[in-house]
């Protein structure tokens, strides 16, 4: 899925991006460690190797506390009742992200990285 949906679209951004993986088990198997290593060598970002993040971290992880609510509130508004209703919701919420809201998500993880090391990497919770 990786290899197939993930990175042939963001293949041509190479050298100039850094993957992050998130640290449920299924995601760290030796075929998809060492595919991460071929493709983004030493640019990726898991729990513990090759740049440390810590597993289950959902109040530092972007996409979970900040673009996973908000397209769930666009698209959750009123019931679906097919799976193409569904994709077009997300399509549209998606298209409504703009430059502010990335800056802003940009401020809030910097926050949160700076909790982290404050905290010296200690498990968090940080009350939205």
């Given at each position: 899925?990786?290899?197939i949906f993930t990175f042939s679209q963001i293949e041509d951004l190479q050298p100039n991006i850094v993957f992050q993986q998130d640290g449920a088990p299924p995601h760290w198997s030796l075929k998809l460690r060492k595919f991460l290593d071929e493709k983004f060598p030493r640019l990726w970002i898991g729990g513990g190797y090759p740049t440390p993040w810590p597993y289950r971290s959902?109040?530092?992880t972007?996409?979970?506390f900040i673009l996973r609510g908000y397209v769930e509130?666009?698209?959750y508004q009123s019931p679906i009742r097919e799976i193409d209703e569904l994709n077009s919701r997300i399509t549209?919420?998606?298209q409504t992200i703009d430059?502010?809201?990335l800056h802003r998500t940009w401020?809030?993880?910097s926050y949160r990285l700076d909790v982290l090391r404050v905290?010296?990497?200690a498990q968090i919770e940080i009350v939205e």
């Open positions: 899925m990786l290899e959902p109040h530092i972007t996409l979970d509130n666009i698209v549209a919420a998606i430059s502010a809201m401020l809030e993880i905290s010296n990497g």
